[in-house]
């Protein structure tokens, strides 16, 4: 994929062509809250997720300009796009076994979220926390072989999490 795509507290999102270095589109929140975080998807259909800590909810849209949460029903999409934190953590998108790509991101509550793209829905919610003290998760790395999943805390220890991606 030859796109990157920026995000800005009004609300909006654009999305650029790589190798022509222009403007393909432009994406809105539909009540136009600041957006903090935005990420690209492949497969299995382009997309761009967009997320606002306002609202706490994710967007998505295809790379058409369709509003993907408005295919599905009201109840869905507040069930499947909602996140109950206001921060996420370096959200990344991952492919599975069958390249199928989902979307892990880290929270201020001490949790580590798999999504499933592109229409959100929560596969796996992992806790982080230790002793029944809620750390935020500050920074995740996925080994190449998707294997491990090692998490930075905030009380500064590393969680080591084994086949993170066995079941989603």
Same mark, same amino acid.
């Given at each position: 994929?030859?796109?990157?795509?920026?995000?800005? &507290?009004?609300? =909006?999102? /654009?999305l650029? +062509? $790589?190798?022509? %270095? #222009?403007?393909?589109?432009?994406? *809105?929140?539909?009540?136009?809250?600041?957006v903090?975080?935005?990420?690209?998807?492949?497969?299995p259909?382009?997309?761009?997720?967009?997320?606002?800590?306002?609202?706490?909810?994710? &967007?998505?849209? =295809?790379? /058409?300009?369709? +509003? $993907?949460?408005? %295919? #599905?029903?009201?109840?869905?999409? *507040?069930?499947?796009?909602?996140?109950?934190?206001?921060?996420?953590?370096?959200?990344?998108?991952?492919?599975?076994?069958?390249?199928?790509?989902?979307?892990?991101?880290?929270?201020?509550?001490?949790?580590?979220?798999?999504?499933?793209?592109?229409?959100?829905?929560?596969?796996?919610?992992?806790?982080?926390?230790?002793?029944?003290?809620?750390?935020?998760?500050?920074?995740?790395?996925?080994?190449?072989?998707?294997?491990?999943?090692?998490?930075?805390?905030?009380?500064?220890?590393?969680?080591?999490?084994?086949?993170?991606?066995?079941?989603?």
């Amino acid at each position: 994929m030859q796109y990157f795509a920026t995000s800005s &507290i009004d609300g =909006s999102c /654009n999305l650029y +062509n $790589l190798s022509k %270095l #222009e403007l393909m589109r432009c994406f *809105r929140h539909p009540s136009l809250s600041p957006v903090v975080s935005v990420i690209l998807s492949s497969q299995p259909l382009v997309c761009l997720a967009m997320f606002s800590p306002a609202d706490r909810t994710w &967007i998505t849209f =295809s790379i /058409n300009g369709q +509003n $993907l949460n408005e %295919l #599905e029903e009201p109840e869905t999409v *507040r069930k499947n796009c909602s996140e109950e934190s206001s921060q996420i953590v370096a959200p990344k998108v991952i492919q599975n076994a069958f390249f199928l790509e989902r979307l892990i991101y880290g929270t201020e509550k001490g949790y580590i979220v798999i999504r499933e793209l592109p229409f959100m829905a929560p596969l796996k919610r992992i806790s982080i926390s230790t002793n029944n003290l809620i750390q935020p998760v500050l920074t995740f790395i996925v080994s190449k072989d998707r294997r491990f999943l090692l998490v930075g805390c905030g009380e500064g220890g590393l969680t080591v999490i084994t086949e993170p991606f066995s079941s989603a």
